[in-house]
């Protein structure tokens, strides 16, 4: 399995403002993946994210609103741009296992008042 | 789109006594997977299910794959205050993505 670290762990930020996430894994790895899960709802793939090539979003999720970056093969970042208050969600990354289980970070809990 | 619905939403159950909860896919899966989150964490994998028919254990909980490959389930004999959490269920088409179901909250009381 892998080990996948998360920062911020939480925050709190302003509307209109963004928050750069980042996910850090202890291994190589091709895809990684973005996760929004809504207070107390199922889990909501925002994109996949594979080194050297442009994120490949989900419908409902552009770029404009998620950027994502992955410069190399154990990181990557999640921006929520211009957020509002329906932005408010935790956000997970995770990466896929051997045997195409999925191994999640523990989230960046957001906050957007 | 793949839709995998699960249910119950939420049980509670009184410590000792069993818990089943029920997913159904739309579609045809390649395979279907088990996670668990606690209050407060994140999900972990528990299994993978690939086979028709298939049924595997992990000490008190039991995993089924239904035969059409569309339906599994998860059960918990004598469940203990240790299994408090959310049970979610998680659909994969060939190579795709992981489609998950909204789970089901498990509730134990002593």
């Known amino acids: 399995s892998a080990v996948i670290s998360q920062k911020p762990s939480r925050d709190i930020c302003q509307r209109g403002t963004s928050l750069t996430i980042q996910c850090q894994v202890d291994?190589?790895?091709?895809?990684m993946f973005w996760y929004r899960q809504q207070p107390g709802q199922s889990l909501t793939l925002i994109a996949t994210?594979?080194?050297?090539?442009?994120?490949?979003?989900e419908s409902g999720f552009v770029i404009d609103k998620f950027p994502i970056s992955r410069p190399n093969l154990t990181f990557s970042t999640l921006t929520v741009s211009n957020m509002s208050p329906e932005d408010s969600s935790i956000y997970l990354c995770?990466?896929?296992?051997?045997?195409?289980?999925?191994?999640f970070g523990p989230g960046t809990r957001l906050t957007v008042t | 789109g793949q839709q995998v619905m699960q249910i119950p939403q939420y049980q509670h159950v009184q410590e000792g006594e069993d818990f089943t909860t029920y997913c159904n896919s739309s579609t045809t899966l390649s395979n279907i997977q088990w996670y668990k989150q606690r209050p407060g964490g994140h999900p972990v994998f528990l299994i993978q299910l690939v086979k028709s028919g298939e049924v595997k254990k992990q000490k008190r909980l039991t995993f089924q794959f239904g035969e059409a490959k569309k339906n599994s389930s998860l059960h918990i004999t004598a469940t203990q205050t240790t299994d408090v959490g959310t049970y979610f269920c998680a659909g994969l088409r060939g190579y795709s993505t992981l489609t998950f179901g909204k789970g089901t909250m498990l509730l134990v009381s002593p």
């Open positions: 291994s190589q790895v091709t895809m």
């Open positions: 994210a594979n080194q050297g090539s442009e994120a490949t979003y």
């Open positions: 995770s990466v896929r296992g051997t045997g195409r289980e999925q191994y």
